[in-house]
């Protein structure tokens, strides 16, 4: 009984998970599309529109007299190509380290192993810090901040799959009939990691939103004019003890997508676990 | 057991001297001149070769690294660029900061993660059960920025309950100490807890299903003794584990808190190193944080291994 209900909920998360996500991928879709009025037009007689009062800004103007939904419906395409890109080029990265310290795991495999440790004990975002320090700041500084902050986790997921898989029978037939270390990594241990990577990628792809909005908020993320939500956060900073509604827009925005982006991750792990079980 | 002490120290030691090459690497070898990133585009070349020679960087990168790491461990960090005061100065005024905003933050994430996590791990499936782990989930994915905002205009500037910035020492009065760090602790532990939350659960779970709990209702114990007395016992392991791992993670993690509230920690000491490419003082803040915890979470483990029983037969068997 108490089973059949978890499962039920377990899909709840993952259905309002895809919801979610997909919600930001249609507002992104969209901003191709159409958007209500250009991201960096100013307009200093409209300044301070409270959301709906006049029917034209739905979620109203910030302090230059632009219009949010618009820099919201702009701000998710960096967003979104920022915090997908570095986990894509994180994962990359970390599922080859994990894979060669798995296979070689003597010199090489623990000198990685190492130098992973290393990094993760940089606490929170101070490693994207010091990283933003020396590659400067914008998109691309950003997606190599974040996508460095991605690799450990990934390598380590993969290294200790690896070793758990590799003494199962199949593997090592596969060996005694000859395939390559290359053949067996892409025929039998993908497939094998696949659902845990896709689970460790959605998760991080919260993650990954929740720095980069961080460090946008900071001021050493997206650079104006280009949109941001951190950004517009940051810029709302000034004015939102009177305007508080400036403020209102971009945090839902960010919560909508971190809170997508981990709920799919966590409804496929507890998919995944039930599935096994 | 003396073995797991002296394998867990040596482990912690290695991956500090990875960390201090780490952090030598990106800060001094990566951007080609670190002392041209200081002072930016506009320097003429003879005031890069002056503070070339006074950063000590016309000597090979093993000396420097040498000398650095050597000075570090006498915790002399160099002087700071943009201050003109020593690192180790600096850092040691910004840390009560940081360390009570942590420290209170830890409380308050423990006391409510204990709670949902015991009453849900209960009643599994339940209202409090499905309320936990929805504030569980939402809990991580607010930004701690934008909460701070709204934190800032509803307890500030509508209900006047907490100053809106600044920081008040303990020393000079501290009841406005506890009400200048409530909001940004408040703040963190949002983030915090979630995790925490999710942990207790599961282990409390665990707990729960243990035969020695059948023995225990069988007996006719009171509910609150059982899961209070016995279930919680045994599942505070992991828990404290992972508090110890948060705490020292909200040391180095306290920036974006610290700039919405402008409070004077490490976080913003962090903040202002990266915006002025205080490269000196961002190498020393780094280190320093990064070896803080390092030392807290071993610390954690060894006083953890005192309290488990099962790590010390675990280890005698072995």
Redesign the interface.
Known sequence: M?KK??SV?SNY?LLIGIILVLFILFICILSFIHIPYAPNEMNISERFIKPNSDREHLLGTDNFGRDILSRIMVGSRTVLLVSISSVIIGALIGITLGAISAQFKKVVGSSIM??I???M??????LA??????VGRGIAGSIIAISIFMIPTFSRLVNSMMLDTESLLYIKAAKSYGSTNMQIFIKHFVPAMLPKLVTQFSSAV?TAV?IE??LS????GIQPPNSSW?LM??E??QF??QY?YL?VA??IA??IT??GF??IG?GLNDFLLKRRS | MLNYLINRIKGAVIVLFLVSIITFMVLMILPGDPAQLILGTEATPDMVKDLHVSMGLDKPYYMQYGSWLIDFLRFDMGESYLYGESVSLLILNCLPVTLSIALFSMIIATLVAFIFGVLSSVKKDSFIDYFSRSIMQLGTAIPSFWIGMVFVVFFGLRLKWFPISGYVPASENFIKFLKSITLPSVVLAIGEFGLLLRIVRSSMQESISQDYMEMARVKGLSLISIYFKYALRGAMVAPLTIIGMQFAKLVGGTTVVETVFALPGLGRLVLTAVEHRDIVLLQGLVMFITTFVILITLVVDILIMFINPRIKTFERGE
């Open positions: 108490s209900k978890n909920y998360s190492r130098i440790d290393g990094l004990a940089f606490p929170g975002i101070l810090l010091m990283l933003v320090t020396v919260g929740m909005t961080s908020f900071l001021g050493l951190g956060l940051s709302a900073r939102f003890l508080s403020a971009p945090g960010i919560i971190v809170l981990n709920l966590d």
